[in-house]
């Protein structure tokens, strides 16, 4: 990419595209998944999950967030973990979550 | 005001005798949808998945592909949702009546007290990739989803290793009736668990127990052929010695190949010398504790499947590069 490309396009570029797209994303759902089940803490909530569809769904919400295009379908945040609150899903899990999700980031 | 003609370009989607019209700016998730075609969807959106179809004679769009499996997209497999046709194309949907071709049994033999091994001729040459499988069908109509053990070959001929269930009803009928120049009915390959000339390097982890040994013979069979250099460690486990099979075959393949490592695991009492005592789980994770980089096929029981592909995932291996076939899931 020539320097006056760059100049045009960093402003409009989403942070999706500056952090490198699809396969960095890619990366960091893998690294993010992988640092929440190994953790004591929150892992049982995850028993049931399929794995694979876990790890699409977390894709397309990344890639959401980020401001990439936008195909997350999934369920109200609500309604998607009312089964986990059942379960004892308190802010502690949620931030144990969030500790993984930023390391995961800073380490992808 | 002078009228513009607009030359659009409408492409046609076959489905078996059907065909239909995909108009401009209509996806052909939403040109089925409108032609009322029994299709499964969801998102719409290129997320769930829940519409993947196949284009057997042309590639579909690179973007139809996006977030697919990479062994998904060999087969041309698309997202109906995300396609917005280039060609006139032929759909195959997932559940579409299958293409039946009939094959003759020319081997008809037993590996060891409870695995039959079936090897099927064919007219004509029979694509596939090996480690995907098909469905045999009995004269009456039931089917069951068998792998494919061997690799696409000269002569035309497919081998399965069938383990014989307990009331098994298909089982039971190709061990106690069928036999050699009988005719079977054997549909077109399914499947995405197999091995792609890629990344030759990298290291393989093959893990299977019982029959689940099929498909792995046929990937191992197929990167060898190809020269993958990387190390290749297949795992294959049972109980007892006796539901273990082609033991002195791997090995000789293990003397002919220094990257190819086969290591037998029983987790009965009784284990002799030259075989691993333990789960299969456990022996492979303690022997491969770092696998980063490396691409995994998983084959045999359900239960085992499913804690490996959690397992390799912790332990370094990409979700993307862990491949394994679920149909091995119903032995009922």
């Known amino acids: ?108 | 005001m002078e009228s513009v003609l607009t030359v659009v370009k409408m492409y046609k989607l076959t489905i078996e005798d059907n065909t239909y019209n995909c108009k401009p700016d209509e996806t052909v998730l939403d040109a089925l949808l409108r032609e009322n075609v029994n299709i499964s969807y969801a998102c719409k959106k290129g997320t769930c998945h829940s519409c993947v179809v196949r284009s057997p004679d042309i590639l579909p769009p690179e973007v139809a592909q996006a977030g697919l499996k990479n062994t998904l997209k060999k087969r041309n497999h698309f997202l109906a949702c995300l396609c917005h046709p280039e060609y006139d194309m032929v759909i195959k949907l997932p559940d579409q009546s299958e293409f039946y071709t009939e094959g003759i049994i020319v081997v008809n033999e037993l590996l060891n007290r409870n695995t039959l091994l079936l090897i099927i001729a064919f007219k004509n040459a029979f694509e596939f990739n090996a480690g995907q499988f098909v469905n045999l069908q009995r004269p009456d109509g039931l089917t069951r989803s068998y792998s494919i053990a061997n690799t696409q070959q000269e002569s035309n001929t497919l081998e399965f290793h069938i383990r014989r269930l307990p009331n098994g009803k298909f089982s039971e009928w190709l061990h106690d009736e069928l036999k050699t120049g009988d005719t079977i009915a054997v549909s077109e390959p399914r499947g995405h668990c197999f091995y792609l000339p890629e990344r030759s390097e990298q290291g393989l982890l093959l893990v299977g127990t019982g029959t689940g040994l099929a498909p792995l013979a046929g990937i191992l069979t197929d990167a060898l052929a190809h020269g993958h250099s990387g190390p290749i460690y297949l795992f294959h486990g049972s109980r007892d010695l006796e539901d273990l099979y082609r033991i002195n075959e791997m090995r000789r393949l293990a003397e002919q190949h220094q990257n190819f490592h086969y290591i037998p695991c029983l987790s009965g009492k009784h284990v002799p010398e030259g075989f691993r005592h333990g789960r299969v789980n456990d022996i492979v994770l303690a022997s491969l504790p770092d696998l980063k980089g490396w691409r995994v096929f998983l084959c045999g029981h359900p239960d085992m499947v499913k804690q490996m592909k959690t397992m390799t995932f912790l332990n370094g291996a990409a979700s993307a590069d862990i491949y394994a076939d679920a149909f091995l899931a119903t032995p009922s």
Request: hydrophobic share 35%; no cysteine.
């Open chain 1, 1 to 108: 990419m020539t320097d006056t490309q760059d100049n045009n396009t960093t402003i409009s570029k989403t942070l999706y595209e500056r952090i490198g797209g699809e396969g960095a994303v890619n990366a960091s759902v893998d690294l993010f998944y992988r640092k929440v089940l190994n953790d004591y803490r929150i892992n049982r909530f995850f028993d049931n999950s399929d794995m694979d569809k876990q790890i699409a769904k977390q894709k397309a919400f990344f890639t959401m967030t980020f401001g990439g295009p936008n195909n997350y379908t999934g369920g109200d945040m609500r309604d998607a973990h009312a089964r986990l609150v059942k379960m004892g899903l308190d802010n502690s899990h949620f931030d144990a979550v969030m500790e993984h999700l930023g390391t995961a980031l800073v380490e992808g």
